[in-house]
């Protein structure tokens, strides 16, 4: 059975990548330090960035974390299995490997079936970042991960396309006052209402305290531009008569732009967060130079969407 064989492979200090509602992970062990170790050089991600521990159930919370707060467990019972992913402080069987060196340990219940299958055949944590490159788009399909990591990953299992497309939510519950690390599958309005709290949003701070919150990520090889509101055609056309080839990521079909190819993208916000991802990699494969798009409003999960889509288009170092 492909389970009992990923089991198999995570207890040898083998990589798996797994699909979650939210990207495909790029799994080990997170109890092997070199298995871990692994993950940072297939990724060629810097050690400093911690990861995400998945489990099986809330129930393995204390294991992983202590000091556990009650709005933490109200949280983990209302989200998991779910994408939110909640910051706490660590016990000894979370390692520095996988902390990046912080009193603090990520962990998640992650919603996807085939997950959650391994999750309990493994019975232990998984930690897994996106399986991609580090910094470039994330993977929401087997088919991403294969044409990015190839044979460097042991087995890819398939679990179709991702159901939510953009990652899971990381709140601090840390400290006394919760923080939102990076938006996600979760939205703030969520968390408020259940937790009966409100919680306070980091803006861009010194040191990586969670994955994806350096000021480039998530980015194509090509340029990602993004347009003001009702400025998305002229902004467009205008790249185009610089000769670049220009792709024009829109849910309007009415309009053609001279010189741009039009790629089709919903305008709801969570539809278009699961097929973000799928369209900047369209933009990479089609050789276009540039893609113009306008982002959604911060409603809901527009957030996490403007969110990686401003970290994509930012200017890469």
Same mark, same amino acid.
């Given at each position: 059975?492909?389970?009992?064989? +990923? $089991? ?7 990589? @798996? ?11 080990? *062990?997170?109890?092997? #330090? ?27 919370? !204390? $294991?992983?974390?202590? !000091? /556990? ?28 490997? @996988? ?30 970042? &996106? ?13 991403? /991960? ?5 044979? #460097?990953? #042991?087995?890819?299992? !398939?679990?179709?396309? %991702? ?52 000021? &480039?990520?998530?980015?194509?090889? $090509?340029?990602?531009?993004? =347009? ?8 467009? #056309? ?14 309007? =079909? ?5 010189? %741009? ?7 709801? +916000? ?18 276009? !130079? ?13 957030? =996490?969407?403007? *969110?990686?889509?401003?970290? $994509? ?5």
């Amino acid at each position: 059975m492909l389970i009992d064989k +990923a $089991a198999q492979i995570l207890r040898a200090g083998g990589l @798996v990548a797994l699909p979650t509602e939210t990207v495909y992970g790029l799994g080990a *062990d997170a109890s092997n #330090e070199l298995a871990v170790r692994r993950i940072f050089s297939v990724k060629q991600r810097p050690a400093s960035h911690p990861l995400i521990v998945h489990l099986a159930a809330a129930e393995q919370l !204390d $294991a992983w974390a202590r !000091d /556990v707060s009650p709005l933490a467990r109200k949280w983990a019972a209302a989200f998991w299995p779910g994408p939110l992913t909640l910051v706490l402080k660590r016990t000894e069987l979370a390692t520095d490997t @996988v902390t990046g060196g912080y009193d603090t340990v990520a962990l998640r219940v992650p919603r996807h079936p085939l997950a959650l299958e391994l999750l309990r055949a493994f019975k232990g944590g998984i930690a897994a970042p &996106s399986a991609n490159r580090f910094g470039r788009v994330s993977p929401t399909t087997a088919s991403h /991960v294969h044409s990015e990591l190839g044979e #460097e990953v #042991e087995l890819i299992l !398939d679990g179709g396309p %991702c159901e939510v497309g953009v990652e899971s939510t990381i709140v601090d519950v840390s400290n006394d006052m919760p923080l939102l690390l990076r938006p996600g599958g979760i939205t703030v309005a969520q968390l408020e209402q259940t937790g009966g709290v409100t919680v306070a949003t980091a803006e861009e701070q010194e040191g990586a305290h969670a994955p994806g919150r350096l000021a &480039s990520h998530y980015a194509p090889r $090509a340029g990602l531009k993004l =347009a003001g509101r009702g400025q998305l055609f002229a902004e467009a #056309e205008a790249l185009a008569k610089t000769g670049a080839k220009v792709a024009v990521l829109t849910a309007d =079909a009415s309009v053609e732009v001279p010189g %741009c190819t039009r790629i089709a993208i919903p305008s709801e +916000a969570a539809a278009l967060a699961k097929v973000l991802y799928a369209a900047l990699r369209r933009i990479d494969d089609g050789g276009f !130079d540039v893609a113009v798009i306008e982002p959604p409003d911060e409603h809901g999960l527009g957030l =996490a969407v403007r *969110d990686r889509l401003m970290k $994509a288009a930012a200017p890469r170092a």
